[in-house]
């Protein structure tokens, strides 16, 4: 975007005094190029409303991005149709809002340009287009746009020069001057004239070399030559002298406007009145040579828009021309042509960018950022009315500026600033003094003209309150009300700053959390606030907010009031208006997402003075009229250099200007009572009819817009696609356009087509086709309706004379389909219900994992206090009868939770979410530690255990420890559990080529073949409800122990006769690996049963909310000799970090409020460096990755039991030092 220079400068006041400004410097351009010239229509009178902003044009580019063959303008020009043609350095373009078709050069076709260098373009009254290509003469497309016709001195004898540097028209004459040629005229019949000076003829050419030309209203010509100013009467040349010490100097310009005359000459800028006086501009001597004007537009409201050699510049009558810039550095560069449309947008030249454009209405918006020199922050949170004029603008960084309404920045002294340097202000409001409150994170802060005065937390009585103030109101007694988020609100009187009242968060004073949205007094001076409870109005009588009556709803993000008796609110379901009635309010009006109101938080509501509703938010500034029931979208095309809003930065002063901070660090300011443009009708162009053909789109020969169906374009029998291209020619915001067709006999209403006006249709039957066409504008003013027709020709076989052979076809062949057709119809239906079962299973597996994962999480967390007070329980002193009841609750609760185990095993290994470790571990070892386990029950049970290792099996491997120790527990546990009476033994030798061969035998009943068949199955046990009665079990443990080797790579076999005992032979091709550097720590799971035995008393943290798990595992904690506090939720965890040291704390994952992974985050951030252990109930294998992530050190699932806890709190202690996360090896099995 482009600004204007002078009227926003900006300079920081050095003295005492509070501000001071001074002008700037205008931002300058490049060297000049040889002239240009257009004509414009008149300028319309000047509005009546006069905007109560700075006049600040932003103009948007439209360059190579865009389609632009190149960021080099040198001419435009609008054809009769609304396309903007475009002269450039690398062809010739028509730009029409959406894309640009450019023509170019072709080796061999006579009919394209005869260069890529196009110097000006011109469209005459015939619709044709004149393009001068550099030293290859002048080129004129036919209003067809088939190809160029040449006129050159190799096509035209006439022609002594192939430099054209200007062209005009008027009626079927071209005129066009050329660089040391002179000048020429292509007359209706196409006969050239030319025209040469002639030294001893004063009424002949004052130069051969032209620069300019443009005709009058009376039908005068006039031409801008190296040798001065010349009028074509019609007969004869009358050459004029113009004011000042050379009266024949290079004449650059002439641009006629209305009855007088602008001149951009060497020696500056002059005007010659319809009496024939010459005027000269008291700024003229600032565009002498090197700052020549080529161009004079008017703007529409009495002022004037210059192109000149080094810049564009802006004409208010009685003041100097202000410059307009970009804000870049480097050289000036020139505008050599301004174009004014219709409406009064503006285009020109942006050297080394494209083309600017500059809307009509571009003083509705005033835009000021430190990109562009204007302001000194990066972000401002609030924007606010001063007494003194303009607005204050806060920066987050404590920057306070004050925008005057002339344009001006005034920033406060250096004193002042120095002070808020390590500020940060998240509101500010001025108070009716013209003091200025500023709002931050527990701290309040007042300017008061030198003068700062701070309130903090150690104000006393006079603190602000915890938080983040971020709004602010002045009540009509002029006592300033604040808000703080999660805090509440404080009345403070103006002059002393003294609270005079408190309102805290909470149910008593009606204020809930505490966290509003907006904040407002009626005209009877209640104060309303807006939040998560809707709209709440204060009740001094029961010193409380209340609801207001018939407002109920969802979170109001914002509201204001409509008069006495009306407001409008925002909710996430669009704007809501409601009346008073009596003491009811009732909704009138709504307007949603059908009306086009976004689905979004806004960062503001306002109401103007018209009753229209400016909503503020993330995607840019929506205003709704309610009378019209028309909703205007504000954003980037309409000057805005982001459409996203700084939450509670809007405001609307007394004026009707709306200013908001934007996130991009711009500050906006915008007339809401500025008028809308007139309404118009913009021109829906149809772009040829389009076919794809071999993969690329063709145009078709024909008018879609031709009443002669012999015209209309036609597509072949097996032309499948075909494409309509819409184009409006609004340019105001053009990606705002919205397009409707239909297509009688096609459609069954109007297709909306929404930004884009291109539609494909594919596979149309044969016929005629009439397709309707609309179009409305960003302002939603309509075109007019278009008419387009085309035709789509049959194949060979839909005419006549086929059809009777197709009807005989069909009758020898019909047996032939309806068999296939039934067949066809068998296997759809076959696939269809193949399709269906596996959806079904799938449904049911998902249902049954996420069944068996919510189970997991549910069982675990009552388990840890049976489990956990059981053992806390045979810590006690008991007597036999006693403990065989603590024994017994304890054995099964393990038992239940082995159940829950293997349940979720078979669920993780059905979802294929099994993950295996691929880690180096020793084999024997892990043998000998299964042994250590289960010889004792074998013993219990009166049964022998032997162990053999054969001299072959292998040491170190890699795999998964724990799940080669959970198939080895569950074989051998099955066979101590079916054995009554001999032994039970483990071998272990080598596999070929590698991994271990695992022997599991009994001496127990033994297995039939049927019993073996279903030995594997899941709930299954080899006698069924026999055996389930007689030995219990679930029926998983072979069933999972199978899955595991499977997933493992291996196999389970089984040899088992009746009454001789049964074999399990497992084979797991183990790689064989290095053995571990840290061997000692690779087998934690057995050196640290005792580790707590080393740590000592230790000061422990345990976050739990359930209040029987906490009491289980403090229990557990104090029983190993620690010392342990205890937090319900994370924040009484964050307060004991606070006011205590902990060597470890052990977090629940599942915290009411913030869970366990972000208050983790929250500790590491807040510097806690202690071991974290993550307890969780959790089921899912993502908590674990997920807890290590957010800065955990160790996870344990519950349950827990005191031996978990011991080894949980050794290995962090172990790792501490390097800092490493670590994994009981309880939970090492990830589960759903």
Avoid at 402 to 418: F, K, P, Q, S, T
Avoid at 1014 to 1024: D, K, M, N, P
């Amino acid at each position: 975007m482009l600004v204007i220079g002078a009227g926003t400068a900006r300079q920081v006041a050095t003295s005492a005094a509070d501000f001071s400004i001074a002008p700037a410097l205008p931002r300058t351009g490049a060297a000049a190029q040889p002239a240009a010239s257009t004509r414009h229509a008149p300028a319309p009178p000047a509005p009546a409303h006069r905007a109560g902003i700075p006049e600040s044009p932003r103009v948007r580019a439209v360059g190579v991005a865009e389609g632009l063959p190149s960021s080099t303008v040198t001419g435009m020009a609008f054809d009769h149709s609304g396309y903007l043609w475009v002269a450039t350095v690398d062809g010739l373009a028509r730009y029409d809002g959406i894309s640009v078709r450019v023509w170019r050069h072709v080796p061999g076709d006579a009919a394209s340009l005869p260069g890529n260098y196009v110097e000006d373009v011109h469209v005459d009254a015939q619709d044709r287009v004149w393009a001068s290509v550099e030293g290859r003469g002048l080129s004129v497309l036919d209003p067809q746009r088939r190809g160029f016709r040449h006129y050159s001195k190799a096509t035209v004898a006439q022609i002594g020069s192939d430099d054209v540097w200007a062209i005009t028209s008027r009626g079927d004459e071209i005129w066009f001057g050329t660089f040391g040629g002179g000048l020429y005229r292509i007359a209706g019949d196409g006969r050239v004239s030319r025209f040469m000076p002639d030294p001893r003829d004063p009424h002949s050419l004052p130069s051969d070399t032209v620069l300019s030309l443009a005709f009058d209203p009376t039908g005068d010509l006039w031409i801008g030559t190296r040798a001065g100013l010349a009028r074509w009467n019609g007969r004869t040349f009358d050459r004029l002298e113009l004011p000042g010490e050379s009266s024949a100097p290079m004449v650059y310009s002439v641009t006629p406007q209305g009855s007088a005359l602008w001149v951009g000459a060497r020696t500056g800028v002059f005007r010659r009145e319809d009496d024939g006086r010459w005027t000269n501009p008291p700024w003229s001597a600032m565009f002498e040579a090197p700052n020549a004007v080529f161009d004079v537009a008017p703007d529409g409201a009495g002022q004037y828009w210059l192109g000149s050699q080094r810049n564009l510049w802006h004409v208010v009558p009685g003041e100097s021309p202000l410059p307009v810039t970009s804000g870049r550095q480097g050289p000036a560069r020139a505008v050599t042509q301004v174009l004014r449309q219709k409406d009064g947008a503006l285009w020109f030249p942006l050297a080394g960018r494209g083309l600017g454009y500059l809307r009509a209405d571009w003083r509705r918006v005033a835009q000021f950022s430190r990109a562009q020199g204007e302001l000194i922050g990066e972000l401002y949170r609030a924007v606010t009315p001063s007494l003194h004029g303009g607005w204050w603008v806060v920066g987050a960084r404590g920057e306070v500026e004050r925008i005057d309404r002339d344009g001006r920045v005034l920033a406060i002294n250096e004193v002042l600033r120095e002070q808020l340097s390590e500020y940060k202000p998240l509101s500010a409001v001025e108070d009716r003094q013209g003091r200025l409150w500023l709002g931050g994170s527990n701290l309040l802060r007042r300017i008061d003209g030198n003068q700062l005065r701070t309130w903090n937390g150690d104000s006393g009585a006079d603190a602000p309150p915890d938080g983040a103030i971020v709004l602010f109101a002045i009540a009509p007694d002029g006592s300033l009300w604040l808000s703080s988020a999660g805090a509440g609100l404080q009345r403070r009187d103006p002059d002393s700053g003294r609270v005079l009242k408190v309102i805290q968060s909470g149910p008593e004073q009606g204020l809930g959390v505490g966290d509003l949205e907006a904040m407002r007094f009626d005209r009877d001076g209640r104060l309303w606030i807006a939040g998560d409870n809707g709209l709440a109005v204060w009740n001094p009588s029961a010193d409380r907010f209340e609801q207001a009556v018939g407002i109920t709803g969802d979170r109001v993000f914002g509201f204001d009031f409509d008069g006495a008796d009306g407001l409008w609110l925002q909710r996430l379901s669009g704007l809501e208006r409601y009346r008073r009635d009596g003491a009811r309010w009732r909704r009138t009006a709504r307007a949603s997402i059908e009306e086009g109101i976004p689905a979004v938080e806004g960062s503001g509501l306002h109401v103007d003075r018209h009753g229209r509703v400016w909503l503020a938010t993330l995607r840019g500034l929506f205003r709704w009229d309610p009378q019209q029931r028309r909703l205007r979208r504000f954003g980037l095309a309409d000057g805005f250099s982001s459409q996203e809003f700084v939450d509670h930065s809007t405001t609307l002063d007394g004026h009707g200007v709306l200013g908001a901070g934007l996130e991009d660090g711009g500050v906006v300011l915008v007339d809401t009572l500025a008028p809308d443009l007139p309404a118009q009708t913009p021109k829906l162009q149809v772009e040829p009819v389009e076919v794809r053909r071999h993969g690329r789109w063709l145009e078709l020969p024909g008018r879609a817009d031709a009443q002669a169906a012999d015209a209309w374009p036609t597509l072949a029998p097996n032309d499948r696609e075909l494409r309509l291209q819409l184009r409006l020619l609004a340019f105001e915001d053009p990606g705002s356009n919205l397009y409707f067709s239909r297509l009688e006999g096609y459609d069954a209403d109007w297709v909306a087509h929404g930004g884009n006006g291109d539609r494909v249709f594919a596979g149309l039957p044969a016929g005629n086709y009439v397709l309707r066409a609309r179009a409305v504008d960003a302002a939603r003013n309509p075109a007019i309706e278009r008419v387009l027709r085309f035709r789509v020709q049959p194949p060979w076989w839909r005419t006549r004379w086929a059809y009777a052979g197709a009807i005989a076809l069909v009758l020898l062949v019909a047996w032939w389909i309806a068999s296939a057709w039934r067949a066809r119809l068998r296997r759809r239906n076959a696939q269809l219900r193949a399709e269906h079962e596996r959806e079904v299973a799938e449904h049911a597996s998902q249902a049954k994992t996420q069944f068996l994962a919510t189970l997991g999480h549910e069982v675990r967390t009552p388990m840890t206090g049976v489990l956990g007070m059981s053992e806390l329980l045979l810590a006690t002193p008991l007597d036999q009868r006693q403990r065989g009841y603590a024994e017994a609750i304890h054995g099964a609760g393990g038992h239940l939770l082995r159940l829950v185990n293997d349940a979720l095993d078979l669920a993780r290994v059905e979802a294929g979410k099994l993950a295996l470790g691929d880690e180096p571990f020793d084999l024997r070892r892990l043998v000998d530690e299964v042994a250590a386990l289960m010889a004792p029950l074998a013993r219990r049970r009166g049964l022998t255990f032997d162990l053999h290792v054969s001299d072959d099996a292998p040491h170190w491997v890699r795999g998964d420890s724990v799940r080669v120790r959970q198939v080895l527990l569950n074989l051998i546990g099955n066979g101590v559990k079916f054995t009554a009476q001999g032994r039970v033994w483990l071998g272990v030798q080598g596999l070929e080529p590698t991994g271990a061969r695992f022997e599991i035998g009994d001496t127990g009943p033994g297995l039939n073949t049927e019993q073996q068949a279903r030995l594997f199955r899941r709930f299954e046990q080899a006698e069924g409800a026999r055996t389930s009665a007689r030995y219990g079990g679930s029926g998983l443990g072979l069933a999972i122990s199978q899955e595991l080797a499977a997933a493992m790579a291996g196999t389970i076999a089984v040899d088992s006769t009746p009454g001789q005992g049964t074999r399990f032979i497992v084979a797991l091709p183990l790689a064989p690996a290095e053995p571990a550097v840290d061997a000692d720590a690779a087998a934690w799971p057995a050196s640290t049963l005792h580790a707590h035995e080393e740590t000592g008393g230790l000061d422990l943290l345990l976050v739990e909310d359930d209040a029987t798990v906490a009491e289980v595992v403090i229990g557990l904690l104090q029983s190993l000799g620690h010392r342990v506090s205890h937090a319900a939720h994370g924040l009484a965890a964050l307060s004991e970090v606070a006011s205590g040291r902990h060597d470890i704390a052990l977090l629940d994952l599942d915290l009411p409020g913030i869970d366990g992974f972000a208050l983790a985050r929250q500790l590491r951030s807040l510097g806690f460096t202690a071991p974290l252990v993550a307890i969780t109930a959790r089921a899912d294998a993502e908590a674990e990755p997920l807890a290590m992530a957010a800065g955990f050190n160790h996870f344990v699932r519950k349950p827990v039991t005191a031996a978990m806890l011991a080894r949980a709190i050794a290995t962090v202690r172990a790792h501490d030092a390097r800092a490493l996360p670590s994994v009981d090896p309880d939970v090492a099995k990830d589960a759903l």
